[in-house]
């Protein structure tokens, strides 16, 4: 295969997920400012998993992308002594309890247990789009010939930011509101070369408006001991705002001699940010497009905004149930369940501003 035909496409995903669930109420009790905000009402969201800890349950960010990792490897058709490549993408790079790691990287430490040690690795931050990032890094190795095969993981404690946010929060219109829509996660991806476009990545595009960097930053907190997080809500949902991705779409399609509606996708998956956000992402992109959005696909209300890992751990889920229902892999349904692909369509929109396109169809993807 020559380097101009040579292609990826998602081998195997994994995740983990803590057994801690936090709902609403739970919350509630611990934000006295919240006053009669429904949480619910305004993002969707009914709960979030939150990480235990206790440095002993092994969920800090290390621990739980390890997890994911080990989970998409169960699943992969390649062992850890087969990655090319390892990137890690978290935003929270906290291991050993509490401690924020710079260095050594985390994608190295991690390379290093699982047992890839002739990897090369490296760390990526993008934000929410972290994991995106790292698989287009991964997408253009593997086209230019340079790896056959990498994994891209991401581990987040992302309820830090709404700890902090629970002791500081004012009342509703306070920029850490966002906060409280946080989850705790980790997922990987494995990536190999595609032999044929019924399992294969077909194009992934990002672009970056940094004119918008300023809507939504996390940095250490002025007024205790914390991170936290600080989001202009009105203007990061803005209708101007939310058309950067379709124009950009439009234009990368049209330069290809396509249109979305060329595209046929079956399935959308957006930042997962509230089911409100989604709704309204979705709504501009027709008005943009000029035709409907495919079936929308989505895990925020039952495990909120879990970041960089929002995207893929949506994907995970539908791809289970999907075969569940199809059989859970046993009897007639097996071989339909194995072999009937799909086309994905992922949309990014992290801060920064951070916005594209992943087009991929999978087909069996291990999950």
């Given at each position: 295969m020559?380097?101009?035909?040579?292609?990826?496409?998602?081998?195997?995903?994994?995740?983990f997920?803590?057994?801690?669930?936090?709902?609403?109420?739970?919350?509630?009790?611990?934000?006295?400012?919240?006053?009669d905000?429904?949480?619910?009402?305004?993002?969707?969201?009914?709960?979030?998993?939150?990480?235990?800890?206790?440095?002993?349950?092994?969920?800090?960010?290390?621990?739980?992308?390890?997890?994911?990792?080990?989970?998409?490897?169960?699943?992969?058709?390649?062992?850890?002594?087969?990655?090319?490549?390892?990137?890690?993408?978290?935003?929270?790079?906290?291991?050993?309890?509490?401690?924020?790691?710079?260095?050594?990287?985390?994608?190295?430490?991690?390379?290093?247990?699982?047992g890839?040690?002739?990897?090369?690795?490296f760390?990526v931050?993008?934000?929410?789009?972290?994991?995106?990032?790292?698989?287009?890094?991964?997408d253009?190795?593997?086209?230019?010939?340079?790896v056959?095969?990498?994994?891209v993981v991401?581990?987040?404690?992302?309820?830090?930011?709404?700890?902090?946010?629970?002791?500081?929060?004012?009342?509703?219109?306070?920029?850490?509101?966002?906060?409280?829509?946080?989850?705790d996660?980790?997922?990987?991806?494995?990536?190999?070369?595609?032999?044929?476009?019924?399992?294969?990545?077909?194009?992934?595009?990002?672009?970056?408006?940094?004119?918008?960097?300023?809507?939504?930053?996390?940095?250490?907190?002025?007024?205790?001991?914390?991170?936290?997080?600080?989001?202009?809500n009105?203007?990061?949902?803005?209708?101007?705002?939310?058309?950067?991705?379709?124009?950009?779409?439009?234009?990368?399609?049209?330069?290809?001699?396509?249109?979305?509606?060329?595209?046929?996708?079956?399935?959308?998956?957006?930042?997962?940010?509230?089911?409100?956000?989604?709704?309204?992402?979705?709504?501009?992109?027709?008005?943009?497009?000029?035709?409907?959005?495919?079936?929308?696909?989505?895990?925020?209300?039952?495990?909120?905004?879990?970041?960089?890992?929002?995207?893929f751990?949506?994907?995970?889920?539908?791809?289970?149930?999907?075969?569940?229902?199809?059989g859970?892999?046993t009897g007639?349904?097996r071989?339909?369940?194995?072999?009937a692909?799909?086309?994905?369509?992922?949309?990014?929109a992290?801060?920064?501003?951070?916005?594209?396109a992943?087009?991929?169809?999978?087909?069996?993807?291990?999950?």
């Amino acid at each position: 295969m020559s380097t101009t035909e040579r292609r990826s496409r998602i081998e195997a995903l994994g995740a983990f997920l803590p057994a801690g669930r936090e709902t609403n109420d739970e919350l509630r009790a611990k934000v006295p400012n919240l006053g009669d905000a429904d949480v619910r009402r305004i993002t969707g969201i009914a709960e979030r998993r939150v990480h235990d800890p206790d440095p002993a349950a092994g969920e800090d960010s290390f621990g739980m992308a390890l997890a994911a990792a080990r989970d998409c490897l169960a699943v992969s058709r390649h062992r850890a002594a087969d990655l090319d490549v390892v990137i890690s993408a978290s935003i929270t790079r906290v291991k050993d309890g509490s401690r924020f790691h710079f260095e050594p990287s985390f994608a190295g430490m991690l390379a290093k247990e699982l047992g890839a040690r002739p990897a090369v690795s490296f760390d990526v931050s993008n934000a929410c789009a972290g994991m995106m990032t790292g698989v287009w890094l991964l997408d253009r190795m593997i086209r230019s010939g340079a790896v056959r095969t990498g994994m891209v993981v991401s581990g987040e404690q992302a309820t830090r930011v709404a700890c902090t946010a629970a002791r500081e929060l004012r009342d509703s219109y306070d920029p850490q509101f966002a906060s409280l829509s946080v989850g705790d996660s980790a997922a990987a991806v494995v990536l190999d070369e595609s032999t044929g476009p019924a399992d294969r990545i077909h194009y992934i595009e990002l672009m970056t408006c940094a004119e918008y960097s300023h809507l939504c930053m996390g940095m250490p907190s002025d007024r205790s001991q914390g991170i936290g997080l600080y989001t202009d809500n009105k203007k990061m949902h803005d209708r101007e705002r939310l058309k950067l991705w379709p124009r950009f779409h439009e234009d990368f399609l049209a330069k290809n001699g396509r249109s979305f509606e060329d595209e046929e996708f079956d399935h959308i998956i957006q930042h997962q940010v509230g089911t409100r956000f989604i709704e309204y992402a979705n709504r501009t992109a027709e008005a943009e497009f000029g035709t409907p959005m495919p079936p929308s696909l989505q895990t925020v209300e039952q495990y909120g905004n879990t970041a960089t890992t929002s995207h893929f751990l949506t994907l995970r889920d539908h791809l289970r149930r999907t075969r569940a229902a199809a059989g859970d892999g046993t009897g007639p349904d097996r071989d339909r369940a194995a072999t009937a692909g799909a086309k994905y369509l992922l949309v990014p929109a992290a801060s920064g501003l951070v916005t594209g396109a992943l087009s991929a169809t999978v087909t069996h993807a291990g999950a």
